[in-house]
Nanobody
Framework: QVQLVESGGGLVQAGGSLRLSCAASGRAFSTSLMGWFRQAPGKEREFVAA????????SYANSVLGRFTISRDNAKNTVYLQMNSLKPEDTAVYYC???????????????????WGQGTQVTVSS
């Protein structure tokens, strides 16, 4: 099993920044891909960004490209999401996810992930 704990959410004004963290524990070494997803009230959970542990390869949703940066610290088993130029439409609960085994060619798909964190709330005021 892998446990994921997110932190760093909060309330910020539009144009501001936040950095989310996701600490993986347990059998974290068995995972290959880490992702961030978000879910706004009344909407489906959507992909935000993903990174591979091995090469640090990244992918992003078009809506956050150029504003968000995903990174990882292998020594700490921690993944980060740096969010800049935040907009009210970024308001959501942000979830960290992990995929076990080999990495995926479709990191934006929810079904590619085996473990999920509890989520952290991000609220952007206008």
């Amino acid at each position: 099993q892998v446990q994921l704990v997110e932190s760093g959410g909060g309330l910020v004004q539009a144009g501001g920044s936040l950095r989310l963290s996701c600490a993986a524990s347990g059998r974290a070494f068995s995972t290959s891909l880490m992702g961030w997803f978000r879910q706004a009230p009344g909407k489906e959970r959507e992909f935000v960004a993903a990174v591979t542990w091995s090469y640090g390869s990244t992918s992003y949703a078009n809506s956050v490209l150029g504003r968000f940066t995903i990174s990882r610290d292998n020594a700490k088993n921690t993944v980060y999401l740096q969010m800049n130029s935040l907009k009210p439409e970024d308001t959501a609960v942000y979830y960290c996810a992990a995929r076990r085994g080999l990495s995926s060619a479709t990191p934006a798909k929810r079904y590619e992930y085996d473990y999920w964190g509890q989520g952290t709330q991000v609220t952007v005021s206008s």
